[in-house]
């Protein structure tokens, strides 16, 4: 899909284009020149690309499907188009540390890591495996806390390219341990110490004399302006694990992007596939519009999809090249929303102190006491409707029939911790204290058995799953849509555009509305839009029937399917040319997009 447009007579067009083009070739000599001189030069200049093992085996990891893995990254391209990290998760280690040493399980991995890891390197990837700061894994394998040294020394004689590193059992900022009072919470004095763990492995792989890439997995926001001190990707949010929790962090991303540069990003989690065979699956057009965000938003990019039973279709959706192309811009220019019609979301206030400890404030009162009405936002809910009835009463509030008020919503259950219930009472339905978490917490001071009751919880930040907030979970708080765009290093914007809502909508916008970094009298009349999506394959079918449309008086029209409709577009100032690589400033993948 091309689209041009303009209205000024062809002398009139051809003077204004010279002019402009001798002017901007200066201004974008002059660009170019300040980029090449602030290139970074070190670990991840660009968002890692690659694969990681979790959302696909889980803790069912071996050898055989590893090299099997590693060979179809080559077979399918993947590997000539960026993607090179191959990365081995939780559960790979014995359940026990031998003689003070992680060792490998040799049932699963007979040939042992350092071998598994010559084959990887010697596919032309790079290798990537796992730990825990904490006591143990996520799974329940040993963790690295007072081991770092010696696990860093083990894991870079194998020849470890990249470590991720999770935040799972940390008796400082973490869940409930029994065995550790201070556990259950993760005030400041606990994200402090949670960094220091994170700096204790910085500096042991630092000493191994590799180049290895430290992603952090701490689940919070609160990573973001420390974690370039610490690594170079830091999770920022709950396991995206289904099309609710994309949105949800994607809610989180909007506000950290200060913090996103080349050498550390902020990082929303692995992408989902829709190939059946892996353990987490989205429908075809939310693993595309996932792909969509996260490549415009400059996330990293580590496919969870099933590389051994992946569909043509994710295939395509991974081997966008444009899309890869913006993504991994070496100017490393973050993404941002420039349009979003989401009820708002909690407010967060990260920082930090002068002695690296991470500040950290959830404000989910949202917008200083102002509440959505759905389309909009108002002081209260009684004000929402400004005349107008019922129908201007969503969002936070709902319409009372019996007084003809918009109100605001009653809360009409808790978190009982992995699930929800009516009351605390009725959390653990027959399981025990194990289901009574969350908003609630097991007492025996009136019941000598016990019975989960409302717990006595900390302010929200001191929490350690301080995205747990019941009220911004539910379906009706994702009924709307969002664009974000990116300015990338050649003179050109792209735009992700997405709908989280279970009805197809259409969003309007203009030209102008889009901030584009060109002048504007150069918009109307000199800007070509490019369709990402419209020549991959099968993608009128399943692209989520979403379409792009350039209206007759000039404004951009999104139309999106229902539950992961999606587009991505480019747009160029004409002095810009517009080839298939036309996107890339990075030409690993330029050259192999000609």
């Not at 670990?43 to 590893?66: H, I, M, R, S």
């Not at 994710?314 to 192309?325: A, G, R, V």
């Not at 504007?520 to 399943?542: C, F, H, N």
Request: proline letters at 5%; charged letters at 20%; glycine letters at 10%.
């Amino acid at each position: 899909l091309h689209m041009y447009f303009s209205r000024a007579r062809i002398a009139m067009v051809a003077i204004s284009f010279c002019i402009a083009l001798a002017i901007t070739s200066t201004i974008l000599s002059s660009d170019e020149a300040v980029e090449r001189k602030n290139v970074y030069k070190g670990p991840a200049a660009t968002p890692p690309l690659g694969y990681n093992t979790w959302n696909d085996l889980e803790c069912e990891p071996t050898e055989e499907k590893v090299r099997a893995i590693a060979d179809n990254i080559v077979k399918l391209g993947l590997r000539d188009i960026g993607y090179k990290y191959l990365v081995i998760d939780d559960c790979w280690s014995l359940r026990s540390r031998v003689d003070g040493k992680l060792k490998v399980n040799q049932t699963a991995f007979p040939s042992g890591m350092g071998k598994l890891a010559d084959y990887i390197h010697g596919k032309g990837l790079l290798f990537g495996m796992y730990t825990d700061k904490g006591v143990h894994t996520c799974a329940g394998y040993p963790g690295s806390i007072g081991h770092e040294a010696e696990d860093a020394a083990t894991l870079a004689g194998w020849g470890i390219d990249f470590l991720k590193n999770d935040a799972c059992w940390d008796p400082d900022c973490g869940s409930k341990m029994h065995a550790y009072p201070q556990s259950g919470i993760c005030a400041a004095s606990g994200r402090k110490k949670a960094i220091d763990k994170y700096v204790l492995m910085r500096d042991a792989l630092k000493k191994s004399g590799r180049e290895i890439v430290h992603s952090i997995c701490g689940w919070n926001p609160w990573y973001a302006p420390v974690g370039r001190k610490i690594g170079e990707m830091w999770r920022i949010a709950a396991d995206v694990r289904d099309w609710g929790t994309v949105y949800e962090t994607t809610r989180v991303m909007e506000q950290l992007s200060q913090y996103h540069a080349p050498g550390g990003w902020n990082d929303p989690d692995m992408l989902i596939g829709s190939s059946r065979g892996s353990k987490l699956v989205l429908t075809p057009a939310q693993s595309r519009a996932q792909f969509s965000l996260w490549a415009v938003m400059g996330a990293p990019l580590m496919l969870g999809v099933s590389l051994l039973t992946i569909t043509a279709y994710d295939k395509d959706t991974y081997s966008n090249k444009e899309l890869l192309c913006i993504n991994q811009d070496l100017a490393g220019t973050p993404g941002r929303v420039m349009y979003s019609n989401c009820p708002a979301y909690p407010r967060l206030t990260v920082g930090m102190t002068m002695d690296g400890t991470p500040r950290f404030k959830v404000d989910d009162t949202v917008d200083a006491g102002k509440v959505s009405c759905g389309q909009h936002y108002s002081e209260s809910c009684e004000k929402c409707t400004l005349g107008h009835g019922a129908g201007w009463c969503n969002g936070d509030c709902t319409w009372d029939s019996a007084s003809s008020k918009c109100i605001r919503k009653k809360k009409t259950r808790v978190s009982c911790g992995q699930h929800f219930a009516v009351d605390c009472l009725s959390c653990p339905q027959g399981n025990g204290r194990g289901w009574c978490n969350g908003d609630c917490e097991w007492s025996t001071k009136n019941v000598p058995l016990g019975e989960c009751v409302v717990a006595d919880l900390p302010p929200i930040e001191n929490r350690p799953d301080p995205w747990r907030i019941m009220q911004y979970q539910t379906a009706d708080m994702r009924q709307c849509q969002q664009v974000w765009t990116k300015n990338i290093s050649t003179g050109q914007v792209a735009a992700a555009a997405v709908n989280f809502g279970d009805t197809r909508e259409k969003i309007v916008f203009s030209l102008a509305q889009l901030q584009l970094p060109w002048p504007v009298a150069w918009r109307k009349g000199r800007t070509t839009i490019r369709d990402l999506w419209e020549d991959a394959p099968g993608s009128p079918q399943t692209r989520g029937k979403s379409k792009v449309t350039l209206l007759e008086d000039g404004r951009i029209e999104f139309d999106l399917q229902a539950k992961g409709g999606h587009a991505a577009i480019l747009l160029s100032p004409l002095h810009v040319s517009i080839k298939a690589d036309s996107a890339c400033s990075n030409q690993a993948i330029a050259n192999k997009n000609t």
